[in-house]
């Protein structure tokens, strides 16, 4: 019985470690690959190995994708219309659900479990390790005409799923935008407003070759 009693502690402990922030590694912002070479070679990936992404791989595809890249005004490294900043990152892996504040370079717990199969039927997001989905809040462009939010919405969602093309080819790691999601279930695991519209998922991990 105590034995019994030990297990169910120790399984009520990892739970609870599971279940917080995880803090990022700084990005490595040393010269690395140009631009040039990163564009020769960014392409669109969809076979994957489940291996594991180092967190700072992550850490920089993240940061290429949302980062603040002028601390003093915090400005993205992507631009916004009127700079409204309307978009998140939400990153989903084999063990939970988070989003990423990119201001305490954190990954924000949302929930245990993993959901990557829930985004699509396409069989590379169960494999990947990570998942990254891009999500736009209306809200913040309510001082813009009805029919143009949308319309800008897109527009920099562009930008930051070109960013995390770039950032996969630099970092060696294989990305692909889709829009073929389960927005309905995406919705509910990533617990959402009314105002918040998921755009695209970008798987992200290593590529079989």
Not at 51 to 77: F, K, M
Not at 186 to 197: A, R, Y
Request: hydrophobic share 45%; proline share 5%; aromatic share 10%.
């Amino acid at each position: 019985m105590k034995y019994f009693f030990s297990i169910l502690c120790a399984i009520a402990f990892l739970g609870t470690a599971m279940a917080q922030d995880i803090e990022l590694p700084q990005p490595n912002l040393e010269p690395g690959m140009s631009l040039n070479e990163a564009l020769m070679i960014r392409k669109t990936d969809r076979n994957y190995i489940p291996e594991d992404v180092p967190l700072e791989q992550l850490s920089h595809v993240l940061w290429c994708a949302y980062g603040i890249n002028r601390p003093e005004s915090h400005r993205r490294t992507v631009p916004s219309a009127r700079n409204v900043q309307e978009m998140d990152l939400y990153v989903m892996s084999k063990t939970g659900v988070y989003r990423y504040d990119t201001e305490k370079n954190l990954l924000l717990f949302i929930k245990s479990g993993d959901f990557r199969s829930k985004i699509s039927s396409q069989e590379h997001f169960a494999v990947a390790p990570y998942a990254i989905v891009i999500v736009a809040d209306a809200k913040k462009l309510d001082s813009f005409p009805d029919d143009l939010i949308d319309f800008y919405m897109g527009v920099d969602c562009g930008y930051v799923s070109q960013d995390i093309y770039l950032a996969a080819a630099a970092d060696g790691l294989g990305t692909v935008a889709c829009g073929a999601i389960d927005r309905k279930a995406l919705t509910d695991i990533l617990n959402l407003s009314k105002t918040q519209k998921i755009m695209l998922a970008h798987p992200l991990g290593f590529v079989a070759r």
